[in-house]
């Protein structure tokens, strides 16, 4: 970015570069070029139905929770994701969409949530998998956007990942009591394991090659390290926590590569994840289906209140 | 002023000329959106820390508990309803800032004291 080519540019495009370039943030005042506005709108929109879409895996284990302290956790863990979620669209709406809006985009199916959601929880284990490994990626994925170039959204994901942290030490804390009982249960946590691992891997989006907007995101600083780079990150992370645990990820290629100073690890099955995006992961349908159903079921309470509060109001005006 | 609302949540913003992807026939009315403002502990102030909708007021200030202070983040929460919020515009050579900018001498700084001189 030169002074000479802001020059070509209408004054208020030179203003939104210099606050980019600055590294100052864009606050939903200022004009933005609708390709940001709109990549925003995708990005935390997606953002924010995978928190309330990912209330599901874990939710359907909060009735069989092994004790009243797991319990209780998990119910906070989930309803975290639920402020998650609203967080998210409160930054989505100082873009000028609503978010009754985005709601409707994804019960019509119009917009994604993470594909790590279409993966069932076959076992109590998961929800200490899940915690570990799908909140740590998201961990990995959510720190540098706290830095993120749009002020509501950098907000929303400081409040976040303040609160992730419970949620993957939960999770490791789970499988660390699970680990220390029988055979049976180390089985079933290994058993979590290998089939989470994957699935996370494939959080932090396809590879940078097939990842056509990043270069323009990370311009934007929309996004502030490529999918790789995450992936990797996470994976550096996760070995030893693994080691400590007692636990193995089912990857051969796994080793420490000294040279590199990084882990080296083996490909995703992109087709696999390409699928699940595309609707064909097992529990896709289920999860909009259930999302739909509580949508429609919720929607005499939401009437409810409103003709409550039209008509305490009306009392109100009367009274004067 | 007049062209600005509060209806896109986290402070006031332009609706007008803003487009908007409109994803389909919104069926319902939707509840309206509050700001949110919590004072974290006693001496400090009320910080706006988002938004939210709710059907009225004191729901709004319900929400807000669970939306917004789940883990003691504060001892007082107001809220206030976004389209009652007024804003200046958001440029910042906006002219009504521009009073301030040659006003040097309105700070600490602009006094030459001799360094010897105590407590000042």
Redesign the interface.
Known sequence: MTATHHETHDEPQAVFDATIERGDRI????WMP?GY??TL?RQIAQHAHSEIIGMQPEGGWITRAPSLRRKAILL?KV??EA?HG??LY??A??????????T??LL?G?QKYSSIFNYPTLSYADVGTIGWLVDGAAICNQVPLCRTSY??YG??MI?ICK?ESFHQRQGYELLSTMMRGTDEQRAMVQESVDRFWWPALMMFGPPDADSPNTAQSMAWGVKRNTNDDLRQRFVDMSVPQAEALGVTFPDPELRWNDERGHYDFGTPDWDEFMQVVQGNGPCNAQRIAHRRRAHDDG?WV??A??A??DK??AAVGEGR | MSELTAEGGHGAVPLKDVPADKGGATTQREWPLYEVFVRGKRGLNHVHVGSLHAADDEMAVRHARDVYTRRNEGVSIWVVRADAITASSPDEKDPLFAPSGDKVYRHPTFYDIPADVPHM
């Open positions: 606050e939903p005042r200022d609708e506005r709109k709108v906070a309803q975290d402020g609203l967080y409160s930054a709406e100082t873009l000028g969409v609503s978010r009754q809006e985005l409707e985009l019509a119009r002020g509501p907000r929303a409040r609160e929607a939401r009437e209140a409103l409550f509060a305490q109001a």
